[in-house]
């Protein structure tokens, strides 16, 4: 998660480390052992996705378009940050 991108839209420095913390909280670091070829038009984003099913994740948060696109992936929701804010009642934006 990139602070600075947070700081872009004006969050206080308190406000991002209680939703950084908020979001550690329920995280999980993998290191996933598939390739997907999901996204084409930008074949980084797969690493999203990779991890998302290693680790059996339930949404991916991304501002990501490609991603957004998809709306889900094999039952993986895919939200950009104010619907994960909304989704954890923490409503910052």
């Given at each position: 998660?990139?602070?600075?991108?947070?700081?872009?839209?004006?969050?206080?420095?308190?406000r991002i480390?209680?939703?950084i913390e908020?979001?550690?909280?329920?995280s999980e670091v993998v290191d996933?052992?598939?390739?997907?070829?999901v996204i084409k038009a930008d074949p980084d984003d797969n690493k999203i996705?990779?991890?998302?099913?290693?680790c059996c994740a339930k949404y991916v948060v991304s501002g990501d378009a490609h991603l957004l696109g998809l709306g889900e992936y094999?039952?993986?929701?895919?939200?950009n940050p104010k619907e994960a804010c909304d989704?954890?009642?923490i409503g910052v934006i």
């Open positions: 998660m990139q602070a600075v991108y947070w700081k872009k839209f004006g969050f206080s420095e308190d480390e209680t939703v908020a979001i550690l909280s329920f996933p052992k598939i390739k997907l070829d996705l990779e991890c998302a099913v290693a094999e039952g993986i929701g895919i939200l989704l954890l009642g």
